[in-house]
């Protein structure tokens, strides 16, 4: 157990949909990444946050958004969803950048 | 050029093998690496973290960095069937100083 909690553990949704998936980071960490994967792009970085602010952005879709609140949990939001949106979504912790801790992920199907 | 190049296999091999898993890179900025190995359903876990270059061992597993060629692997002795997984390599940071870009991964299949 890395220590790191995501939900909802699968999703399925339609076309054009939005949701949100949530991540409670490991105690006392301040960072807060999102990646992404999919079979032909692998684990792919969209966005990390560092004790409630905006670090950097990978590859993220500006239908795509994130925030991490004051307790440091953090929902990523994505919307008008299509198909090829349909991917797993991990979030990872860090104390200083280097180790990331992973979560279980959370499955979104999008039909 | 991809960032980092890894080849997704699969590899078979029997129990008791050695197993060589490598990675290539094109950004000599990076300065860690590591190996992420995934289960089937799983997050990524980390299983090795290299600094700079050279070897790290850690029981049956041993690490190379050769930054001079910008190529990485990690050997794994007596290989057993619970070392079926997906081993991603990992190297940081990114150009924005504070991420892992992350191999495809390759999966291994060790059978008894």
């Known amino acids: 157990d890395s220590g790191v909690t995501q939900t909802p553990k699968h999703l399925i949704t339609a076309t054009g949909q939005r949701v949100t998936l949530r991540c409670s980071p490991r105690?006392?960490?301040?960072?807060v990444y999102w990646y992404q994967q999919s079979l032909d792009q692998g684990l792919q970085f969209l966005i990390h946050?560092?004790?409630?602010?905006?670090?950097a952005k990978g590859n993220i879709l500006e239908r795509f958004s994130a925030q991490q609140f004051p307790d440091l949990h953090s929902e990523l939001n994505l919307s008008s969803l299509e198909l090829g949106d349909s991917a797993l979504y991990f979030c990872?912790?860090?104390?200083?950048?280097?180790?990331?801790?992973f979560g279980e992920g959370s499955r979104l199907t999008v039909l | 050029q991809k960032e980092v190049e890894q080849d997704p296999g699969p590899l078979s091999v029997p129990e008791g093998a050695i197993v060589s898993l490598n990675c290539t890179y094109s950004?000599?900025?990076?300065?860690?690496f590591m190996w992420y190995r995934q289960y089937s359903r799983k997050g990524p876990e980390l299983l090795m973290y290299t600094y700079s270059s050279g070897n790290k061992e850690d029981g049956r597993f041993t690490a190379q960095v050769d930054k001079s060629s910008k190529y990485i692997s990690l050997f794994i002795r007596d290989s057993q069937p619970s070392d079926s997984a997906t081993y991603l390599c990992?190297?940081?940071?990114?150009?924005?100083?504070?991420?892992?870009?992350f191999g495809k991964g390759t999966t291994l299949s060790v059978s008894s």
């Open positions: 990872a912790s860090s104390v200083d950048g280097g180790e990331l801790f």
């Open positions: 946050y560092y004790n409630g602010e905006e670090r």
């Open positions: 990992a190297m940081g940071p990114n150009q924005a100083g504070t991420a892992l870009i």
């Open positions: 950004n000599s900025a990076f300065q860690y």
């Open positions: 105690s006392g960490d301040l960072s």
